[in-house]
């Protein structure tokens, strides 16, 4: 299974990003995709997620900013960031709970992180 990132970048303050991850190979079943994130010398949180149903959820943080989606068919998920801020500096991580053609259960998955850099 790969996990495949992009859309990060340098915006200003108040400005907007949308990050996207399509996920690859033999896939069976995905229940939650979502994104976290890692501040500079902080460790890894949770940002947003999305089950298969369409539940979500979202760190106090970004309520209100940013929004999940996700395209079940197509294995992706995207993150609408509005209004970002300079804390929301961080290396970007999509993440799923999937299960393969080969696997008993679901497991974790990461892709490779994208960066996003908020200037004041």
């Known amino acids: 299974v790969q996990l495949q990132a992009s859309g990060g970048g340098s915006v200003q303050a108040g400005g907007s990003l949308r990050l996207s991850c399509v996920a690859s190979?033999?896939?069976?079943?995905?229940?939650?995709m979502g994104w976290y994130r890692q501040p500079p010398g902080k460790q890894r949180e949770l940002v947003a997620s999305a089950t298969k149903d369409g539940s979500t959820n979202y760190a106090d943080s970004v309520k209100g900013r940013f929004t999940i989606s996700r395209d079940n068919a197509k294995y992706t998920v995207w993150l609408q960031m509005n209004n970002l801020r300079p804390e929301d500096t961080a290396v970007y991580y999509c993440?799923?709970?999937?299960?393969?053609?080969?696997?008993?259960?679901?497991?974790?998955?990461w892709g490779q992180g994208t960066q996003v850099t908020v200037s004041s």
């Open positions: 993440h799923i709970d999937a299960v393969t053609f080969t696997g008993t259960w679901f497991d974790d998955y």
């Open positions: 190979g033999s896939i069976f079943s995905i229940s939650t």
